[in-house]
């Protein structure tokens, strides 16, 4: 549910990773308007109203390996306390999470599934359920939605925090800054990470697209509003040009690209994050952020996030089995990437990712019940 927010065309799981352009609960227009990075969101209209009756297209559950150590008791509340549902955002770490908790509830003897929409639409059907679960609220860019549902309404409540931070912003491979001997990489612009060295580093990184402009690379052109990439830009007097890659997937192959080259890049990325992990990269230090900043200028930088996972209000009651396993819930960037790597590296399917993780790491996730 969480995390860049705008009313896009519904766009179709296509495999390794998702888009993220995606609808913030409770925005005003000019928020809706900053907000769009990696959620991917249905057309609101008709979605919305097949969400609120349906809570989207399920995916059917399904179960796997051997129940023979699950204690019977845990699968006879599973079964007696029924269905359980878990959003899924289609942004890869949002997804994965989805798959895992219901892979996870299926295995143990329980009923799963998973649901794909944006987050408006989502939340919605959240507050007017009690069997539906978020597994990753980025509460900064979704405070509105949190403020409605969670403060003022309270028919969405906190179940629990992720192990990890969420961190955004523009990143450097960090040979860029020190330079790599192992690899013949000498600094190209050892200044970094402030971001006054920027324009003097602009020849560093200017391709043949924004000469004599440095490159500043992004996903999907929808993602802009949400972090206000041109106005930091211009504010802080950047001579640099905006570049779109199209997609989350684009994105992670041209910083892919470069850094198994060596070449300089420059580009909006964010942690946890599958290439955050296998790369060495730096994020560029602009001005502290402030809510003021965020809100006029973004001549600042982004805001550092604790991560949510976030529950119809009455599943606690309803669901005490499932609830207990969200508190207890533990899983940190390093779990997550190696899952993310199944499908970056090895061509899984979200859900097949998360099948295999449940497999192999069975004393990790029997010790949440």
């Not at 007696?80 to 908790?101: C, I, P, T, W």
């Not at 549902?149 to 906190?158: G, P, Q, R």
């Not at 199944?342 to 993780?357: F, P, R």
């Amino acid at each position: 549910m969480q995390r860049r927010a705008r009313v896009v065309g519904l766009e179709k799981r296509t495999g390794a990773v998702g888009n993220r352009d995606q609808n913030v609960p409770g925005a005003t227009e000019a928020t809706m308007a900053r907000q769009g990075r990696r959620w991917l969101v249905g057309a609101a209209a008709g979605l919305c109203a097949a969400l609120l009756a349906t809570a989207c297209a399920p995916q059917e559950a399904t179960s796997s390996g051997s129940k023979a150590d699950i204690d019977p008791e845990v699968t006879a509340a599973l079964k007696k306390e029924g269905l359980v549902r878990f959003h899924d955002g289609q942004y890869m770490e949002n997804s994965l999470q989805a798959y895992l908790m219901k892979e996870i509830v299926t295995e143990l003897g329980g009923e799963a599934e998973t649901i794909q929409s944006g987050p408006a639409e989502a939340a919605a059907a959240m507050c007017k359920a009690d069997d539906l679960v978020s597994m990753d609220w980025w509460r900064w860019q979704f405070e509105d939605g949190w403020q409605k549902y969670v403060v003022k309404e309270k028919c969405i409540v906190d179940a629990g925090t992720s192990d990890y931070k969420g961190e955004e912003g523009w990143y450097v491979p960090t040979y860029v800054i020190k330079g790599d001997a192992k690899r013949g990489i000498k600094p190209a612009c050892p200044e970094l990470p402030d971001w006054k060295a920027l324009n003097k580093c602009r020849d560093v990184f200017k391709t043949s697209r924004t000469t004599p402009k440095g490159q500043y690379m992004t996903g999907a052109e929808s993602w802009a509003p949400a972090y206000g990439d041109q106005d930091r830009i211009d504010n802080l007097k950047l001579n640099y040009e905006m570049v779109f890659a199209g997609s989350e997937a684009a994105l992670f192959a041209e910083l892919s690209k470069a850094y198994e080259r060596g070449e300089p890049w420059l580009g909006l990325m964010w942690r946890p994050n599958y290439l955050t992990q296998k790369y060495d990269l730096t994020r560029v230090e602009f001005p502290p952020y402030s809510d003021k900043c965020w809100k006029t200028t973004h001549a600042c930088q982004w805001p550092e996030t604790v991560i949510y996972r976030t529950a119809s209000a009455g599943l606690e009651s309803k669901h005490p089995t499932v609830w207990k396993i969200l508190q207890n819930y533990e899983l940190d960037d390093k779990q997550l990437s190696a899952m993310q790597s199944l499908v970056v590296n090895d061509g899984m399917s979200i859900e097949d990712a998360a099948k295999n993780w449940v497999k192999e790491n069975r004393e990790v996730w029997t010790a949440w019940i």
